[in-house]
């Protein structure tokens, strides 16, 4: 086997394709959720807190939250296209956990109006997306370290709720 053929091989057939743009279609749509929960209170309520120095400006959010749910939905659909294991199924499971977790921290935060539900949120998924990290870790490397950008911006996030909790 020659090592175009090879190349060949790891590449998805056409019809694949739609289940990756089903996998985008739907993180996408867990994003679009989460800012319907956001979207409202960012010029009353969270207008109104007391913010870190480091605090984004708002229009910053929303194009890299978008990158991010791409870059999840690739990994999750790389992970999909793995033949079935026990493996696989965890790994599959740990991903729709964080998905959930990801969707319910702007209710928990903005809808919510608290800061400290927010915490109560964040934890969990930080340590979702790092359990994510691990279980496709030995199925595909790339899917794998393809979310270390997420981690980084859910810890971001974690820091950022933090500091909004100690100044309100």
């Known amino acids: 086997m020659t090592a175009r053929t090879e190349v060949m091989d790891d590449l998805p057939r056409p019809g694949r394709w739609w289940m990756l743009a089903a996998f985008v279609a739907l993180t996408l749509l867990l994003g679009f959720l989460a800012g319907l929960a956001t ?15 480091f605090n ?7 194009p890299v939250w978008t990158i991010l749910y791409v ?7 790389r992970i999909w296209e793995k033949p079935a ?5 965890r790994a599959l499971w740990v991903y729709a956990v964080q998905l959930a977790l990801n969707l319910a921290w702007s209710p928990a935060f903005f809808t ?13 998924l930080w340590l979702s997306v790092l359990a994510n990290i691990l279980a496709f870790r030995p199925l595909d490397r790339a899917a794998a370290l393809s979310l270390l950008p997420y981690l980084a911006w859910v810890s ?4 950022l709720n933090g500091a909004i909790l100690a100044l309100n």
């Open 85 to 89: 294991s026990a493996a696989r199924t």
């Open 71 to 77: 870059i999840i939905a690739w990994a999750g659909w």
């Open 39 to 53: 979207q409202p209170k960012i010029p009353t309520w969270y207008a109104s807190l007391q913010k870190p120095w």
């Open 112 to 124: 919510a109006e608290s800061p400290l539900l927010g915490m109560v949120v964040v934890i969990p």
């Open 56 to 62: 984004p400006p708002p229009f910053v959010f929303a």
């Open 156 to 159: 971001f996030a974690a820091l």
